[in-house]
């Protein structure tokens, strides 16, 4: 069983459901998945407050994770607008336990002030190394994470690691956390030659469902599968290509609805579904 855990904003639902869809459809392991986020967590484990600077809900909930797992065990953090096309257990396979914790070690340096939904764009030392994580909650330094340091710890001083040593910092190798940057720029510590196997996308700037088109062509694919088969809601995806918003192509959806069941009936009104 992989423990993932995946950062849980309100306002970016539809993204923490397609990234979950992509990684279950892909894994060869069993997947535990967990939002986690202000909104989510134990009061006896998480009390703060989102701050000014915090542009997610879970911006500083992830370190509670060591808490949350029992100070036990390996588990993985994600940040909701990724989307993974890879198996999440080739991820898995790079627990090496001389770590606290592994990251890509980004060195991405923002070009903007703002990004998603307005939200102010921090620039620090170690920017993204958090936003995908193994985290080795069983290592000496993540009983440093404890519930009355993370309430109180300034988010650069839980970001940039502040609470392990360097050395305790491993790297996860291969093109996962592929950042879609301004312009649709991607960025990544390895080479990225045109043919290479991206595995996992993140649009650290803002995705699809913010109104950013830039390497949509990565996630929705994603979200059309999940909403493919029998799903209700599949026909919503052709209706929001044509332009409509969501609200607007669900009302379109049921009115067609209604118009085939009002004459399927010879009424004015829809079919009565039979018991």
Not at 78 to 106: F, G, N, P, S, T
Not at 158 to 183: K, P, Q
Not at 263 to 274: C, D, F, S, V
Request: hydrophobic share 35%.
């Amino acid at each position: 069983m992989i423990n993932v855990f995946i950062g849980r904003d309100r306002a970016e639902d539809i993204a923490w459901h397609v990234l979950a869809h992509s990684l279950v459809r892909r894994s060869s392991e069993p997947l535990a998945l967990t939002a986690i986020g202000n909104s989510t967590l134990p009061k006896k484990v998480w009390w703060r407050e989102r701050g000014p600077h915090d542009s997610t809900e879970f911006s500083n909930a992830r370190f509670a994770i060591p808490a949350l797992m029992g100070y036990r065990g390996w588990a993985i953090f994600m940040d909701c607008d990724m989307v993974c096309d890879a198996d999440i257990a080739e991820l898995w396979e790079q627990r090496d336990e001389r770590y606290a914790v592994m990251v890509v070690k980004h060195d991405y340096r923002p070009k903007t002030d703002t990004k998603f939904l307005g939200q102010e764009q921090s620039r620090y030392a170690r920017k993204n190394w958090s936003s995908l994580m193994l985290i080795n909650c069983g290592h000496s330094s993540c009983s440093e994470l404890t519930p009355d340091y993370i309430n109180v710890a300034s988010g650069l001083d839980l970001h940039r690691f502040d609470w392990c040593w360097d050395e305790e910092v491993g790297s996860i190798s291969g093109l996962w956390n592929v950042l879609v940057t301004e312009g649709g720029r991607l960025e990544h510590p390895e080479p990225m030659p045109e043919d290479c196997d991206i595995k996992l996308l993140h649009y650290t700037v803002g995705g699809l469902w913010h109104g950013y088109g830039n390497r949509a062509d990565a996630w929705m694919p994603e979200f059309s599968s999940l909403l493919a088969g029998s799903n209700p809601c599949a026909d919503l995806v052709a209706e929001y290509g044509n332009g409509l918003s969501f609200a607007g192509a669900y009302k379109v959806r049921n009115e067609a609805k209604a118009n085939l069941g009002s004459k399927a009936n010879g009424q004015g009104h829809a079919a009565t579904r039979p018991n």
